[in-house]
């Protein structure tokens, strides 16, 4: 069958499921509607797939291998053998096969009952290389062709998301992949100045983006709140302005040479000229106001920028960025320039005097005029530059990249003019959105007004992790799943569009990412038990299930978070999008168009838990201070949770409740809607859509 | 109060802690009894306690700093600093406080309300080092007060154990510790020979060991299946020797600093002249028989051992030591010189010519020549030689360290022979046995029929974390928490002895340890997520409750384990010891001797629980295929269970059952005693005692 993602028959399928985790005491919703028959986990969805008839069995006896006699000429196998040599381990862990192949050591050509993987060249780390392969299971093997390894690498991504087992055993299903990126960009941001993040933290967030076929890793290394790689150079830079928190450049070389290990390039971002306390407090003259600098603890857009007229500062910044055009092989260079407040450039005599001097009308012309001699430092050490939105100006070559963190309109912009550009409007995770909202943000939607040549220039997108709110501790569940929406946006054709069915494979994907050390489903109970100081969670971890974070910019609005505030509360511990709530609110729009009495019989499980759990919860808010901000949210949750149980007995009931019903009803809701402990119910909506329904449809 | 560690009054207790967890659907043993009134979670216990009334209530102005109005000489706060800036991370972490001060940033001497330290100069990463301190919280604040900074840093963990709640928030309870360790060598070995453990496994562990007071790390660094440590001079040997599996120089040097941050020494060894495999690969000419060699990939005592009569090893040898003593700081340098097979010695006429040209009468005179040999190349590069057991052999300097893993004779030998020593026998985390075996295994016991200064030879000992059954996603749960035990019991004083109040105090530290980034009590969910392919592992977890991995190197007889085996079944998500099985044991022993009802009632909701499991459990295994062979101890442990009942019922009844009952039970209790799935059912004993109790003892 070609068409493998049809919708799941959630209706009947998740019923049963419920009754079957009822039984165990399991959150009913937390495991997930199964698959649909005929459906795959795939994600991204490939371009083009047809399931078959049939397995390819795998056994003891499993061998993969470089199809052709001939060793390939020396150094062109090293990637492919190495990602072939991590696909067996992970079949080995998943099957807990003992595999008899030594997978690590030289593997010889695979007989043609293995996984046989074929490619023409090795692929360059560069926007625009090949990253296509086809894939073809039958009964006999696996063979894998692509045009690059960085293709097969893509390749036996997917294929170990084809492992399946039945009662005999594991297999691949037979099948016929033939895939290709619709974008060649598919970034995500780690922003490791506002909370630095170690490399362990980079890798596995290297192995999470390759399994779902991301390409660039965006590391945005400085900030006002640290400097974070060395410079052998300037290394008072690092040493001032980093508390001992930064990236050493072995450490760099040794994300790089991960990252191309995994086809995945490593662009390096320097926020200049603002967003750079951290500069100053090592170089206090080169801002634009006198110093000392102190490191930035709290949040926000500080006035510290370079200051423009100083002409020091340039051969301050050829010599740095020749040193980092030295360390860092991608041909692009991330400058930032982004947010420059101002305050200090209107404040200072020199920058006047120098701007009416130069015929610098205002500060984004005197921007305009830094980056203009930013670029030819770059050219000189071959980097091409990319920034953000505030860039695009007047003078620039068209082979800058324009990042648009403001919003699509630039994108066309930049294109009109012949700019490339990537898009981060949309996919900042950091803001705690729901992965749809990312998902069906395409950054050429099908009413986009470019011509074909113009959306060529839109090279991708990427997932931006800003850092304000995350420490090592909770940045993977703030990236994680939801950041495989993004890259399934990102990779796969753009009819690819069924929210619903994103969501049931976020299910699966985000239990596989696991496998590259990934802490985004471990780390919210670990957090949960540091805060009651002992073993006993699960009412917590019921009650997380309704709760999200604020969204957006409104969790900085409940205190002054700094850098050295604890991320350790409840909020923390929760996802940034709750999947139970997710389908529960799927599972209640299923039974208003349905009425079906074995779907209300699943919500009325689900609620009947979440509103037995406020007793629950008293306790352990009773014994640990740290939680008693949320027993706000868990009396809520208990509250509505009985409306949403009423509101189905009279839907029942075939019986219409009166406006004045209705009315009272959606005061609690509203109530329950508010703020507490820096996150608030995910549920209330859904719960209010069957209050809405009460008011006339009757069975 | 002076005697912290009174026994618990668990019965009753216990009782209520069940009928309350036994409503969320949590594991009743599993969160353990609650702290028993006036003891304290202290692990290790401090050499001396006086708790007192009062409590030091901490907010958010809680500030920590030097004692003392001039600021200390440059270089020797520094330790310290980071130490107290740790600290308060983690306060904050636990306590979810906004702390006010910037303590990232210089601190400045505590006021008298906050937490103050002082020490008189920075302590010495050397055996025998003063680590003592005196630990005094009053009302007002906390006074810490130690020779060396490296007592400061023992002094703030113990401090971090004292952190408690209550209705009115969090605080310190006024208390005097005097505390000072028991043995001077408090070890934990790591072994990245046979399982490569990167840097970040190193580092969470070094926390660990932290937490826990220990300070000696072991590497080692050097197996028969990989060569782990880069060589600048010979770097074929990393090259070839390790599958690019191995520590750069720069992550040698970040391991060493972050120990010296934590006041752990970090010492290597090279384990020659047998279990050196690896290095053959490289350089097969130094080994004792022709190659070629390949890394090897099984485990057990391998033939290949150095030439010790080819005179071209010995240049070698120095040239490599060199280097290697030039990157560890460490006055002592382990060579191994364990298990000489001797096979290749015998089958080499020119080493036989040789030792017949010596007068070297045996291979055992051989090995002594080439250590007298290394000695030598040791001496010159300033490093003392540590050696296992093999190593003691007349002719040898007493300032060498003889490191016993065959047993307490060594120790005893060699301290009456005037050799300083370091016991291991005993500590060998990697078999999977109790915690009590590690805990009451001393060093020193009370009938040591050594004099008192041939005692202070005995310089302490080490927990060896053998990897041939452990990954870095396995290794944390198997050195964690029982290792603590062994902390324990090199640090306190030999009279803490109490093994129900140190399993006690197991659980809240295993919990605490999370915070060093440990992985022990989250990985082993993901390993069951990753069986079973879903979020649905309850019915596994409480299994896994009641099974051990088999003990000894009875798991080596079940499979031919290599160093690419899957180490991701059932077996591998169980913990060494199942503290919840521990407590079964512990509350069938308090029932029996009591006969009181309420335990009675506690242990049948236990048993229950497990025999009902069997039926969730089926369901799992028929889908997974990697889970099949977990179905004996599942239906062992539901059998085996309802025996438990039955007795039960029977002593209620005061009803003693006939002889055949008994042995037809003890049957099915044997059966179940049977291994399954390279593991074992570890609560058959304490159910054995139930029936046992049958026979005739009647209320």
């Known amino acids: 069958m070609a068409q493998q993602f049809s919708r799941p028959r959630a209706g009947l399928i998740l019923a049963l499921a419920v009754l079957a985790l009822g039984a165990v005491g399991e959150a009913p919703l937390l495991a997930g509607p199964p698959r649909p028959d005929g459906a795959l986990d795939l994600m991204p969805a490939p371009a083009s797939v047809t399931l078959r008839d049939g397995r390819f069995r795998i056994d003891e006896g499993l061998t993969i291998g470089r199809e052709g006699a001939a060793p390939p000429p020396a150094g062109t196998d090293e990637r492919a053998f190495k990602a072939a040599a991590r696909f067996m381990s992970r079949v080995s862990g998943r099957t807990g096969l003992f595999l008899k192949q030594d997978y690590l050591a030289a593997q010889p050509a695979a007989a043609e009952s293995g996984i046989r993987y074929v490619f023409e060249r ?19 093997g696996v ?3 692509a045009e690059t390894d960085i293709g097969i690498l893509r390749g036996l991504e997917t294929l170990l998301q084809l492992l399946s087992a039945d009662e005999k055993g594991y ?6 992949i033939s895939d290709k990126p619709r974008f060649t960009w598919r970034g995500l941001l780690i922003d490791v100045g506002r909370h630095f993040h170690p490399i362990e933290v980079i890798k596995r967030n290297l192995d999470g983006m390759a399994a779902v076929k991301m390409n660039v890793l965006h590391l945005h290394l400085t900030e006002d709140q640290g400097f974070r790689i060395e410079s052998k150079v300037f290394p008072r830079l690092h040493e001032l ?18 990252a191309a290990d995994r086809g995945i390039r490593v662009m390096p971002e320097f926020d200049i000229p603002g967003h750079s306390t951290s500069w100053f407090v090592a170089y206090p003259e080169f801002a634009s106001a006198p110093g000392p600098y102190a490191i930035e603890r709290k949040f926000g857009v500080f006035g510290p920028a370079f200051n423009p007229a100083n002409e020091r500062i ?5 010599a740095f960025f020749k040193e980092m055009a030295g ?31 130069n015929g610098l009308a205002d500060n984004n012309a005197l921007q305009a005029f830094f980056n203009q001699r930013l670029l030819k430092i770059l050219a000189k050490h071959g980097k091409k530059m990319v920034g953000w939105d505030e860039i695009f100006q007047p003078g620039l070559p068209t082979d800058i990249v324009i990042h648009s963190w403001r919003g699509p309109k630039s994108l066309i912009e930049a294109a009109g003019k012949g700019y490339q550009s990537v898009l981060s409007n949309g996919y900042y995770i950091d803001l705690c959105q729901p992965a749809e909202a990312h998902y069906l943000n395409d950054p050429l939607p099908a009413d986009s007004p470019l011509d074909e040549t113009r959306k060529s220039l839109v090279l991708g997108g990427e997932a931006t992790m800003w850092s304000e709110l995350v420490t090592s501790e909770t940045i993977d569940s ?22 619903e069915d994103m969501y049931r494979r976020l299910g699966p994907i985000s239990l596989a990412l696991e496998e590259s050390g990934l802490l985004h489903l471990k780390n919210p109970d670990m957090l949960l038990r540091r805060l009651v100081q002992g073993p006993r969670i699960r009412p917590l971890k019921v009650l997380a299930e309704a709760v999200e974070p604020l969204e957006g910019y409104n969790r ?31 599972e209640v729009e299923r039974f208003l168009a349905a009425k079906d009495p074995r779907i209300a019989e699943g919500l009325r499980r689900v609620l009947a838990r979440w509103k037995d759990n406020h007793a629950l919860v008293l306790p352990l808010v009773a014994s640990s201070p740290a939680l008693r901000e949320i027993e706000p949210l868990s009396f809520g949750l208990a509250r509505i949770s009985g409306i949403g149980l009423e509101a189905l007995d009279a839907l029942a009931k075939g019986e219409p409740r009166p406006a004045a019903w209705i009315t009272e009803k959606n005061g609690i809701l509203d109530e329950a809607a508010k703020p507490a402990a820096h996150a608030e119910l995910a549920v209330v909506k859904a719960i209010g859509r069957l209050v809405e329904a009460c008011a006339g449809q009757a069975r």
């Not at 302005?241 to 991960?258: K, M, P, V």
């Not at 753009?494 to 929210?499: I, T």
């Open 143 to 145: 063979l894998l062709d």
């Open 314 to 318: 340039y051969p301050f910044f050829d």
């Open 241 to 258: 302005g980093s508390d001992g928190l930064y990236f050493t450049q072995a450490q760099i070389r040794d994300i790089i040479d991960y």
């Open 556 to 586: 900085h609005g409940q205190a002054v978070y700094t850098s050295l505030s604890p991320f350790t509360r409840f909020v923390d511990a929760c996802a940034p999008e709750s999947l139970p709530a997710v389908r529960f609110g799927f």
């Open 122 to 140: 090795p692929g360059r780390l560069l926007p625009n290389e090949d990253e296509s392969y086809t894939l073809t299971v039958d009964p006999s």
């Open 171 to 176: 297999y691949f299903p037979c099948i016929s």
């Open 478 to 499: 703030r990236i994680w799943p939801r950041t495989a929406a993004i890259a399934e946006r990102l990779w796969s054709p753009a009819s690819v569009r069924s929210v």
């Open 327 to 357: 360390l860092f092989p991608d041909p692009y260079l991330h400058i930032g320039g982004d947010e420059v407040e101002g305050h200090q450039w209107d404040a200072n005599p020199a920058i006047q005097a120098f701007k009416k001097k």
